[in-house]
């Protein structure tokens, strides 16, 4: 009897095998089928209860009677100032935050491992936790106020975990062979860094970029205690200004009657975060960064 022969699987391991292959292929569809299932009911949802109160004058005119009227222009404008706020705070800080970590301290060093365990503390810490301490810190002791200002930045204490472990990650991705061929190339290592780690970890980068800024526009609790009610145009930062999700949880909770306009702006910011992914994407791709994992050949 040959080697090759000896090792060969019986026709029962080989029934048993194929059993499993196809149980696991079904349970992966049936997962991917309900997570499918589950995003296309809850958008459908919104779009038949709001898409009929969206035009024109809805996204460009002042709020008015409580939201139950008018249009939600205001609105879109401080969720947009809020956004930019809390991007331009937090982007920078995380990119360098992460890059300290995986470049400059030791991965497993002491500290490099305490600053880990606080973040993955910080992002699992209520997001009306971060309010208090805004509305404690941005609007009281530094006298911000209930302004645009203060929810942004309470909004990137807010997602600064997430973007740091997520830039972490995306650079640790970075093959090693990427840097040691930068090094036999006589390239320094800052240009190393800034010339090929992070162009080759920008996908990952704008992917964590993407998630918070999903979050920041889902959020409500964080921006009721530092950026206020007021449905207004703001005049400046300084200026309180009602955000999307604010204002889809006033005309919910505390409007008789406005539940067909809170679905209408529901409809508004999942459109927004729908841009903001389809944005991203593309320009990826026609900076000529794809998202297919390292290892994977492109189709």
Known sequence: ????????????DQRKH?????????????????????????????????????NISFLLDDVTDAGRSGGIGPVILSTILILLVTLSVSVPLSIATAIALTEQIGYDSLLARFVRRCLDILAGVPSIVFGLFGNAFFTITLGLGYSILSGGLTLSCMILPILIRTAEQAI????????????????TRSST????????????LAAGVVLGVGRALAETAALIFTSGYVARSPESLFDSGRSLSVHIYDLAMNVPNGGARAYATACVLVAILLVINGTTALLLKVAGLGTTPQGRDRQ
Do not use: K
């Not at 009897?1 to 029962?12: A, D, N, Q």
């Not at 640790?172 to 390239?187: D, F, I, T």
């Open 172 to 187: 640790n991705s970075v093959p090693m062979e990427h840097r040691q061929a930068a090094a036999a190339l006589g390239l």
């Open 1 to 12: 009897m040959s080697i090759t022969r000896s090792i060969e699987p019986s026709r029962p």
């Open 18 to 54: 194929t059993i499993r292959e196809y149980v696991a292929t079904l349970a992966i569809w049936c997962a991917a089928c309900l997570v499918m299932g589950i995003l296309a009911w809850i958008l459908t949802d919104i779009a038949v209860r709001g898409v009929s109160q969206i």
């Open 193 to 204: 860094l800034f010339r090929v780690v992070i162009p080759a970890a920008a996908p990952a």
